[in-house]
């Protein structure tokens, strides 16, 4: 049986800037939780779950020997840095914000 989970239950997060975009690594514990996330964060998922922020494209890159996902998120920072009137223009804020996505996860 699944239910519903924030991936904060299980996942960590580390983010940051790149130019314009930010860049949102996830990371779990175990294979399991890898495969889960490799089907259940997807490019689309993602977009839409930035969707008020991110303008352009996102980008996903897997690395298995760290079981994490990478994300760029593409003409999410509004300038970045000095040319942006956002909050956080440096996208530090933007892997806590993905860590409060809900996924199936097994009970």
Do not use: W
Request: aromatic share 6%.
């Amino acid at each position: 049986m699944a239910s519903k989970v924030k991936l904060r239950e299980f996942a960590f997060a580390r983010s940051g800037d790149k130019g314009d975009g930010s860049n949102v690594g996830i990371f779990v514990k175990n294979a399991a939780d890898y495969e889960l996330i490799k089907r259940q964060l997807t490019v689309e998922v993602v977009k839409r779950h930035f969707h008020a922020i991110c303008k352009g494209k996102v980008e996903r890159f897997e690395a298995p020997n760290m079981l994490a996902l990478n994300f760029l998120l593409h003409d999410s920072l509004g300038g970045g840095g000095s040319e942006s009137l956002k909050t956080d223009a440096q996208g530090k804020t933007h892997g806590l914000a993905l860590l409060e996505l809900e996924v199936e996860r097994p009970s």
